[in-house]
Every structure is written in C-alpha cells, then in structure tokens.
C-alpha cells in the first residue's frame, strides 16, 4: 500500500520567514509526486515532480525530489499572509492510473 | 467559464437515506475522481472513471455508488446514508493518467 508522511503537522512563522515543507514517500512503482495548496475550498495544483534533483519554481515557492531517498521538499521564502494553506504533497502508482495517495497535510499560518 | 462544478455545496441528511453529489465538468477531461476528506486521513479515493461507461473502486468504496454516462457528468450517491459518511467530498479531474488533478470546490455532508 502506497504511504506518504508529511512533517511538521503545522507550523506558524512570521511574515518574511523562509520555510521548508517535509514529505516522505513510499510506493511501489512511482510516477509522480505532486504538491498542492489548500485554503478554504478546493486543492490547487502547485508542482509535479518526475525526475530526481530537478528544482521545480515558481516564485516564492520551489520543491525538488529525491528518489534515492524518497522525499520531497517544498521551500516558501519571504512568506505572506497569503500562503496560510495546507499543503498536501501526493505520489502517483504507475500502476494506478492517476491515482494519487495523499498524506495528511502541513497547515501553515504566516503571522504579521 | 470552463470548469468543474460540485452541488449541493453544503448538505445535511439523516441515516438510512440516499443522497446524490453531482459534479459536472467542462474541460472534456477523460479521468474523473471522487475523493473524501476527514482530519487526520488526508484525501481519501472513494472511486474514478477513466472514461464514460469505466468506473473503479479506489480505497474506501464502500457504501458509495458511481456512474458515468456522459463524460461530463460523475455524481457519487451514497445508497443508505451513515454517520461515517459524514465528510467533506471533493470531485476532480485529469486529461490523461499522468496529468494533474483539478479539484471541484468540495460538499460538505452532515449525517445526522
């Protein structure tokens, strides 16, 4: 059974703070690990990480993988408000199609 | 605007009752999904659809009936209501087995 661990639990930083998200994997064939961000309502899609040691951007926000020791990484720098979420990281079987296992979630909340 | 809708946003129903949740997507995506969200779970795979007319099972089944006679339209119906049951649902869809999901903005059932 695919299984994926997320640390810290939840987290609260001050605004400007840079923080490293933590999620640990295993699975049997993998594809994919994806990271996603949820505020009230629906996940929204950040990353999708395929390859090993490739940085995945997108302005404040960055996550690399590393299927060696099967984890993955999302850094936020200079934090907002903006970025209280959880954060849901998820690992997709290649035999699966498409079915992402999900851990349980980081919940941020940046302090003013 | 293009999308993918989930009704009711909000429902409340008593045990031993059928419920449906409609979701209804715009993209002419091939995979759709169901999956269920409780505290301390994370997101749950209920079933997906890799096409109209091809459903299957994922993790907790269980209890829950799906259909896909159009490729736009997935609804989940719970046949007899329970108060496990009681969760917050979210419906998604793919273009493809490897692509990433887009979430529906999530019913929000109460089992009373």
């Known amino acids: 059974e695919d299984k994926v661990v997320q640390s810290p639990l939840s987290l609260v930083v001050h605004e400007g703070d840079t923080v490293t998200l933590n999620c640990s994997y295993e699975v049997t064939n993998f594809r994919s690990l994806l990271w996603y961000k949820q505020e009230k309502k629906a996940p929204t899609f950040l990353f999708m990480l395929t390859s090993s040691g490739i940085e995945k951007k997108s302005g404040r926000l960055s996550s690399i993988l590393d299927k060696k020791e099967l984890f993955s990484i999302l850094n936020i720098t200079a934090t907002q408000t903006g970025d209280s979420a959880v954060y849901l990281c998820a690992v997709v079987n290649t035999g699966t199609a498409s079915k992402l296992t999900f851990g349980t979630g980081t919940r941020l909340q940046v302090t003013l | 605007d293009a999308g993918i809708t989930q009704s009711p946003r909000y429902k409340i129903t008593e045990t031993g009752r059928q419920v449906t949740l409609m979701c209804h997507q715009t993209?002419?995506?091939?995979?759709m999904f169901w999956y269920r969200q409780d505290l301390g779970h994370g997101l749950r795979l209920i079933y997906y659809?890799?096409?109209?007319?091809?459903?299957d099972k994922g993790e907790v089944p269980d209890g829950y009936v799906v259909s896909r006679s159009k490729t736009e339209n997935f609804p989940l119906t719970l046949e007899s209501a329970t108060r496990s049951q009681t969760s917050v649902y979210f419906c998604?869809?793919?273009?493809?087995?490897?692509?990433?999901?887009?979430f529906g903005n999530g019913t929000r059932l109460t089992v009373t």
């Open positions: 993209w002419s995506h091939s995979y």
């Open positions: 659809s890799a096409a109209a007319d091809i459903t």
């Open positions: 998604a869809s793919s273009t493809q087995g490897t692509s990433p999901l887009h």
